[in-house]
C-alpha cells in the first residue's frame, strides 16, 4: 500500500475507534450521571438507546455507502455521532440524555461498517489480512483504556467529557479520510429497499428489547417477551421475502450464494455470543468470589485481551504472508473450545493468577475467529456489496453477543438462585437478591457462612455459562471445516475493473 493509503486508514481507524470507546468511557460515568441528572429507574436505556439505534442502522449504513458514496456516507455518519456527542453533553434531564446517545448511535452504525468496506475496495485482500489485525487490536485497547478514561474524565473534569472527547478524535479522523481517501468511480443511482430497512430495523428493535429485558425485566415466559419473540421471528420472516423482490435489497441474498461467505456469518455470530457472555460473567466471579475491585477485575481480565490482541495481529502478518485463510478460523475454534472448556476449572478455591492466566487461552481463539471472518466476509463479496456484507458480519456480531448474554445470563441467574435457595433456603435467598441488592461491596458485611453460599452459587452460575459458550464454541468449530481454500488477490478491487464509490 503507499504511503498516503496508510494515512487514510489511519482515519478510518480512528473513526471506529470512535465507535467502540464510546460504550466503555461512558459506562463508568453512568453513576456520577444519574447522581446529577436523577432517573435512575431508566439509566439502562442510556446503554440499551445506543445498542439499538447502532444495530439498526448498521446494515442501512453499509447499503447507503454502496450506492450513494462510501467516503461520503462515512463521513456523515460521523458528522452525526459527534452532533449526538456534543447533545449528550449537554444534556439537562435523563430524558433528554437517552435521546442524544441514540442521535449518537445512529451515527455509530455506520463507523464500522463504513470503515471497513472502503478497507474492503481499496486494499488487496492479501494485504487487508495486515490492516485488519491492526483493526483488531484496538477492541483491546479500548476494553482497556476505556474504563480508565472515563474513570479520569468524570474524577477531574466533569461527565460531560465522556462524551466531549469525541470531538477532537472525530474532528482528526474526518480531516485524514477527507485529505487521503479517494474515491473512484461514478456512484450509483438506485431506490433505497424502505420496507426491508423498516422490517429489519423492527427485528432488531424485537431481538434487542428481548435480549434486555428477558430474565431480567420480565420473565422469560411473560407475555411482553413472548410477544417481542413472535414480531421478531415475523419481521425476520417478511424481510427475507421482501429482500429476494427487492431491486436494491439492504442485505443482498446473492451474497448468502457464497458457501464462505455465509459461514462466515455463523462464525461472526457464534464468536460475538461467545465472547461476549465470557466478558460479561467473568467479571461477576473476580469480584464476588476473588474478591477483586472493579478496576482489578478489570485488570484480571488483560490476558484475554492481550490474547485476542496477539492472535489478530499474527494471524493478519500471517495470512498476508502466505495467502492461505482456511486454517485460522478451524484453528480458532478448536482454541476457543480448549480456552472456555480450560475456564471450568474456575471455582471457589481457584487463586486469582490462575484464574487471569486462563482467560488468555479463550482471547487467542477468539482472536482468531474474529480476524477470519471479516476477511473472508470481504473475500468474499464483490465491491458492489462490500458495505452490505460488511454491515451484515458486524451485524450478526453485534446479535450474537446480545443473545449470548441475555440466554446465557439466564442461566446463569437460574445457577446462581438455585444454589443460593439450596443453601440459604427459599426466603433467605429472595431476600438477599431483592431488588438487585447483592453487590461485591456488600460481601464483607454478611456473615462467613452466606458469604460462602454466595461464592458456590455464582460459582455454580459462572460453569453453567461457561458450558453454554463451550457448546457455541463447537458449534464454531464444526463450522470452520467447511470453509474452503480461496486464492486472495494481490489487487484491490478497484485495480481489478470494479468501480469503487
Not at 377 to 387: K, V
Request: include cysteine; charge should be positive.
Amino acid at each position: 500500500m503507499s504511503r498516503s493509503l496508510y494515512a487514510g486508514v489511519f482515519g478510518l481507524m480512528l473513526g471506529m475507534f470512535l465507535a467502540m470507546l464510546d460504550g466503555l468511557i461512558v459506562g463508568t460515568a453512568l453513576p456520577t450521571i444519574t447522581g446529577e441528572l436523577g432517573g435512575l429507574n431508566r439509566l439502562s436505556w442510556v446503554v440499551t438507546a445506543y445498542l439499538l439505534a447502532t444495530a439498526a442502522t448498521t446494515p442501512i449504513w453499509g447499503k447507503l455507502g454502496d450506492l450513494y458514496g462510501r467516503k461520503g456516507t462515512f463521513m456523515t455518519a460521523i458528522v452525526i455521532f459527534l452532533a449526538g456527542s456534543v447533545l449528550a453533553g449537554l444534556s439537562q434531564d435523563i430524558g433528554q440524555l437517552i435521546a442524544f446517545r441514540a442521535v449518537q448511535g445512529l451515527g455509530a452504525g455506520g463507523l464500522m461498517v463504513g470503515a471497513l468496506s472502503i478497507i474492503g475496495v481499496l486494499v488487496p485482500p492479501r494485504e487487508s489480512g495486515k490492516v485488519q489485525s491492526m483493526v483488531g487490536a484496538m477492541m483491546p485497547v479500548a476494553f482497556i483504556g476505556g474504563p480508565l478514561l472515563g474513570g479520569l474524565l468524570t474524577d477531574h473534569l466533569s461527565w460531560r467529557w465522556t462524551f466531549y472527547v469525541n470531538v477532537p478524535v472525530g474532528a482528526v479522523a474526518l480531516l485524514v479520510v477527507g485529505l487521503w481517501i479517494r474515491p473512484v468511480g461514478e456512484r450509483v443511482k438506485a431506490g433505497i429497499d424502505y420496507l426491508g430497512a423498516v422490517l429489519l430495523t423492527a427485528a432488531i428493535l424485537a431481538l434487542t428489547l428481548l435480549a434486555s429485558w428477558g430474565g431480567i425485566t420480565y420473565a422469560w415466559t411473560s407475555p411482553q417477551i413472548l410477544a417481542l419473540g413472535a414480531v421478531a421471528v415475523a419481521c425476520l420472516a417478511a424481510f427475507v421475502r421482501t429482500e429476494r423482490r427487492a431491486g436494491e435489497p439492504v442485505i443482498p441474498p446473492r451474497l448468502f450464494h457464497d458457501r464462505n461467505f455465509t459461514l462466515a456469518q455463523v462464525l461472526s455470530f457464534l464468536a460475538g455470543a461467545v465472547m461476549m457472555a465470557v466478558t460479561a460473567y467473568l467479571p461477576q466471579y473476580l469480584q464476588f468470589v476473588q474478591g477483586a475491585s472493579p478496576t482489578a477485575g478489570g485488570m484480571l481480565l488483560l490476558p484475554l485481551m492481550f490474547g485476542m490482541l496477539a492472535a489478530q495481529l499474527v494471524t493478519g502478518h500471517l495470512i498476508s504472508r502466505t495467502g492461505r485463510h482456511r486454517v485460522y478460523p478451524i484453528l480458532g475454534g478448536g482454541v476457543l473450545v480448549a480456552g472456555v472448556l480450560a475456564l471450568t476449572v474456575l471455582g471457589v478455591g481457584t487463586g486469582a493468577g490462575l484464574a487471569s492466566a486462563l482467560t488468555v487461552i479463550a482471547g487467542v481463539g477468539v482472536g482468531l475467529l474474529t480476524q477470519s471472518t471479516v476477511l473472508l466476509t470481504l473475500n468474499s463479496a464483490g465491491p458492489r456489496d462490500m458495505g452490505a456484507a460488511s454491515g451484515t458480519v458486524t451485524l450478526l456480531r453485534t446479535i450474537g453477543g446480545s443473545l449470548g448474554i441475555a440466554l446465557l445470563g439466564a442461566v446463569y441467574g437460574g445457577r446462581m438462585e438455585a444454589g443460593l435457595a439450596d443453601a440459604l433456603g427459599p426466603g433467605e435467598a429472595a431476600r438477599l437478591t431483592a431488588g438487585g441488592g447483592l453487590t461485591p461491596e456488600l460481601m464483607p458485611a454478611l456473615s462467613a457462612p452466606v458469604r460462602d453460599a454466595v461464592r458456590d452459587a455464582v460459582s455454580a452460575g459462572l460453569q453453567g455459562v461457561l458450558i453454554g459458550s463451550a457448546v457455541l464454541a463447537a458449534l464454531a468449530f464444526a463450522a470452520a471445516w467447511f470453509v474452503r481454500e480461496t486464492p486472495l488477490p494481490t489487487e484491490p478491487a478497484t485495480a481489478r475493473g470494479h468501480a469503487h464509490r
